[in-house]
């Protein structure tokens, strides 16, 4: 298993601001994914985070909008842009610690991010 | 095509009760099918998982039935206790993309003492 550390855990936040949300491993694994969960719904695929190039984004997410960095095996930041009271919701890590896309999925606790 | 449908969205079971939580898929192209279980406040683990090949797959109290006929698959969990209670979200996913989910709208479990 992987264990993940997501920071900040929870946030309050003003609209027109962005935050950054940070995911820590602390093993190196092979994928790493964000997902939203908004409050009491499912969870929604936003990207892959790539190591060393631009993520690869679902239908519906843009980079502008959240733009995601992957500098290493072990860590990725996710930036909500411009929030909206909309944006509101529980941001999720995932990793994957297999090199093939068979691997199992382990998640964060998420962030749960307010914006006013 | 892409949805997991899932129902109940809410369910309550006695101590020692069946719980039953159902799924369905249209896309035929799914061949992976996991169970993710929520506590509040933690993100999702992953609980059980089974792929069309079987029609069932049991670990523990946990049973996936899978009716690929049908495209449906559902969650029993036997001999219900409190600490049961969380959601659970059903899952898919294609072949060769396990770690690319879609997942069903959840059911929150309550088991009562």
């Known amino acids: 298993s992987a264990v993940i550390s997501q920071k900040p855990s929870r946030d309050i936040c003003q609209r027109g601001t962005s935050l950054t949300i940070q995911c820590q491993v602390d093993?190196?694994?092979?994928?790493m994914f964000w997902y939203r969960q908004q409050p009491g719904q499912s969870l929604t695929l936003i990207a892959t985070?790539?190591?060393?190039?631009?993520?690869?984004?679902e239908s519906g997410f843009v980079i502008d909008k959240f733009p995601i960095s992957r500098p290493n095996l072990t860590f990725s930041t996710l930036t909500v842009s411009n929030m909206s009271p909309e944006d509101s919701s529980i941001y999720l890590c995932?990793?994957?610690?297999?090199?093939?896309?068979?691997?199992?999925?382990?998640f964060g606790e998420g962030s749960r991010l307010t914006v006013l | 095509q892409q949805q997991v449908k899932q129902s109940p969205q809410s369910l309550i079971v006695q101590k020692g009760g069946i719980s039953i939580i159902n799924c369905a898929y249209e896309?035929?192209?799914?061949?992976?099918f996991p169970w993710y279980q929520q506590f509040p406040g933690k993100g999702p683990a992953l609980l059980i998982a089974?792929?069309?090949?079987?029609s069932e797959k049991k670990e523990g109290r946990f049973t996936i039935s899978f009716n690929k006929s049908a495209k449906q698959f559902s969650l029993h969990i036997m001999d219900s206790q409190p600490g049961d209670s969380a959601t659970y979200f059903c899952?898919?996913?294609?072949?060769?993309?396990?770690?690319?989910?879609?997942f069903g709208a959840g059911t929150r479990l309550a088991v009562h003492p």
């Open positions: 995932s990793v994957s610690q297999r090199a093939d896309p068979t691997g199992e999925l382990f």
């Open positions: 093993s190196q694994v092979t994928m």
């Open positions: 985070a790539n190591q060393g190039s631009e993520a690869t984004y």
């Open positions: 896309n035929t192209a799914f061949d992976y």
């Open positions: 089974i792929r069309p090949d079987v």
């Open positions: 899952a898919a996913a294609p072949s060769g993309g396990y770690n690319k989910l879609i």
